[in-house]
């Protein structure tokens, strides 16, 4: 399918997907949404992606929501808005694939949350940070009173959102919003570095730890351990285990099947 204001390239079994939109900053509306969600269901089925770059064009991963958008909708409307921008994010979030956001630039109110909705964040040095929606006379709208909190801690959330403070690359790695900063010109060979070093373990092993950690975060340490066993339970109906294991006893490098 041909995207307007997305563009995906693949080098092995890692794809990049970079946001387009560059005339307003990668602004979020409802086309570009849309478009989000229909290249992640393609890239849900396809057997030869393991982990997914999400990165944006020019000065922005994201600069947020498309206010000129926004402004006139109705309440009904706002609500439809942000439901289908958080169904959208959920899928991100709840992709079989690893997605790391790459961020290049602004990541502020709907880009931050788009960034929170991967799986971790490298950030170029150049990197803006913040849930400015208060500012505008409204609340986050796509997670970030949910995803920011569980991050982070309630305290720097709360802080962040009700003050609409910016804040730097280096900033958002003291608080744990990003997993590493470098430089502009390092952050896509930084991003691919971990992509790749993800893509060589067994994905099945992968996918298992990625649903029992998003799954055990949302609930109780008794429940989350239930969780954790029965994903572990799953790695044994899985060929990899064996892959795994006996690479490990002939002091061998695995090899794992990709599809």
Request: contains cysteine; glycine residues 8%; charged residues 25%.
């Amino acid at each position: 399918m041909n995207y307007e204001f997305l563009k995906i390239s693949k080098e092995d079994d890692v794809a990049v997907v970079t946001i387009t939109k560059e005339k307003s900053l990668n602004a979020l509306n409802t086309k570009l949404i849309t478009e989000l969600g229909d290249l992640f269901k393609e890239i849900e089925e396809d057997k030869d992606i393991s982990v997914v770059i999400l990165t944006g064009a020019g000065k922005a991963f994201v600069a947020g929501a498309d206010i000129s958008e926004m402004v006139d909708l109705e309440p009904q409307e706002a609500y439809e808005f942000a439901k289908r921008g958080n169904e959208v994010f959920l899928s991100i979030e709840n992709s079989s694939k690893v997605v790391i956001a790459a961020v290049n630039g602004f990541a502020l109110g709907g880009g931050c949350e788009l960034s929170l909705a991967c799986d971790m964040r490298i950030a170029s040095s150049k990197a803006k940070f913040g849930q400015p929606e208060v500012g505008l006379g409204i609340t986050p709208g796509f997670g970030g009173t949910q995803r920011l909190p569980r991050l982070i801690g309630t305290g720097l959330a709360k802080e962040l959102i009700y003050t609409a403070d910016v804040i730097s690359a280096q900033t958002a790695l003291e608080y744990g919003i990003v997993n590493h900063v470098v430089e502009p010109e390092e952050l896509m060979d930084k991003a691919m570095e971990i992509a790749k070093k993800i893509a060589k373990n067994s994905i099945n092993a992968v996918i298992n730890s990625k649903r029992a950690i998003n799954l055990g975060m949302q609930t109780d340490i008794t429940t989350g351990v239930n969780i954790e066993q029965s994903n572990f339970e799953l790695c044994f109906t899985n060929e990899d285990r064996e892959t795994g294991m006996r690479a490990f006893l002939n002091k061998e490098k695995p090899n794992y099947k990709k599809n």
